[in-house]
C-alpha cells in the first residue's frame, strides 16, 4: 500500500517535470496548417513575426521535396536571395529543425525564383525561458573605504513572458505539493 503510494507520488513528480519542461520548448509548424510553399498565399514573414523563438523549440517545415527545400543562410545571402552557399540544407520534405543557439536564423526555399516570391523569413532566438529569470547583479561598492555592507544588490529582469513560466512551474510546485499532502493522510 505505501509502496504504491509512493509509486503514485513518484508519477505525480515525473509528470509536473515534464510539463515544466514541455511548456518551455515549443514547436512550430512554418505557415502552420499551409506549410512550406509559395502555393498557399502565406507571408512567411508575417508568420514568424510576433513569434517569440528560444533555444530549444523546434520549426518544422512540411512540403512536397520536389518542389522545395529549406536552406538556411547567412544575411547578405538572405538579403540577395543566393541560395549557392548556405549554412545547411534541408530537402526531406519534413524537416524539424531545433534552434541550438541563441541569434539571428535566416531561411529560404533554395528553388528558383521561390525566395523572390516570399518563400523566405527570419527569426531571432532568444535564451529560452529558464535563462531568462531575474538575474542577481551584485555592483561593487561606489568607494573603497565602503565595506561590504554598503554593497547593493540590485535585482534585473528581462522580458515579461518569464514571469508566465515562473508562475507556471510556482503553480505546478503548489499543485505537486497539494497532492503530496493529500496522499500523507
Ligand atoms: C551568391 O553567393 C556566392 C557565394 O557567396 C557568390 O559567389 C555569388 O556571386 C553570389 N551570386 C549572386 C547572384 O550574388
Ligand atoms: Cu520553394
Redesign the pocket.
Given at each position: 500500500m505505501a509502496l504504491a503510494k509512493i509509486a503514485v507520488i513518484f508519477l505525480m513528480m515525473i509528470t509536473s517535470l515534464f510539463g515544466v519542461s514541455m511548456a518551455l520548448a515549443a514547436v512550430y509548424d512554418v505557415g502552420d496548417t499551409v506549410g512550406w510553399t509559395i502555393m498557399g498565399g502565406v507571408d512567411y514573414r508575417k508568420w514568424a513575426d510576433h513569434k517569440d523563438f528560444h533555444v530549444g523549440d523546434t520549426l518544422v517545415f512540411k512540403y512536397s521535396n520536389q518542389y522545395h527545400n529549406v536552406k538556411q543562410v547567412s544575411q547578405?545571402?538572405f538579403l540577395?536571395c543566393?541560395?549557392?552557399?548556405p549554412i545547411a540544407t534541408y530537402a526531406t520534405g519534413s524537416d524539424s529543425i531545433t534552434l541550438k543557439s541563441t541569434g539571428h536564423y535566416y531561411f529560404l526555399c533554395g528553388f528558383p525564383g521561390h525566395c523572390e516570391a516570399g518563400q523566405k523569413f527570419q527569426i531571432l532566438v532568444t535564451p529560452t525561458s529558464l535563462r531568462r529569470m531575474p538575474i542577481t547583479v551584485l555592483s561593487p561598492s561606489p568607494s573603497p573605504s565602503d565595506d561590504e555592507t554598503t554593497s547593493t544588490i540590485t535585482f534585473t529582469s528581462t522580458a515579461p513572458p518569464l514571469y508566465s513560466s515562473n508562475f507556471l512551474f510556482a503553480f505546478k510546485l503548489f499543485a505537486f505539493c497539494l497532492v503530496l499532502i493529500g496522499f500523507s493522510f
Amino acid at each position: 500500500m505505501a509502496l504504491a503510494k509512493i509509486a503514485v507520488i513518484f508519477l505525480m513528480m515525473i509528470t509536473s517535470l515534464f510539463g515544466v519542461s514541455m511548456a518551455l520548448a515549443a514547436v512550430y509548424d512554418v505557415g502552420d496548417t499551409v506549410g512550406w510553399t509559395i502555393m498557399g498565399g502565406v507571408d512567411y514573414r508575417k508568420w514568424a513575426d510576433h513569434k517569440d523563438f528560444h533555444v530549444g523549440d523546434t520549426l518544422v517545415f512540411k512540403y512536397s521535396n520536389q518542389y522545395h527545400n529549406v536552406k538556411q543562410v547567412s544575411q547578405k545571402d538572405f538579403l540577395s536571395c543566393n541560395a549557392t552557399s548556405p549554412i545547411a540544407t534541408y530537402a526531406t520534405g519534413s524537416d524539424s529543425i531545433t534552434l541550438k543557439s541563441t541569434g539571428h536564423y535566416y531561411f529560404l526555399c533554395g528553388f528558383p525564383g521561390h525566395c523572390e516570391a516570399g518563400q523566405k523569413f527570419q527569426i531571432l532566438v532568444t535564451p529560452t525561458s529558464l535563462r531568462r529569470m531575474p538575474i542577481t547583479v551584485l555592483s561593487p561598492s561606489p568607494s573603497p573605504s565602503d565595506d561590504e555592507t554598503t554593497s547593493t544588490i540590485t535585482f534585473t529582469s528581462t522580458a515579461p513572458p518569464l514571469y508566465s513560466s515562473n508562475f507556471l512551474f510556482a503553480f505546478k510546485l503548489f499543485a505537486f505539493c497539494l497532492v503530496l499532502i493529500g496522499f500523507s493522510f
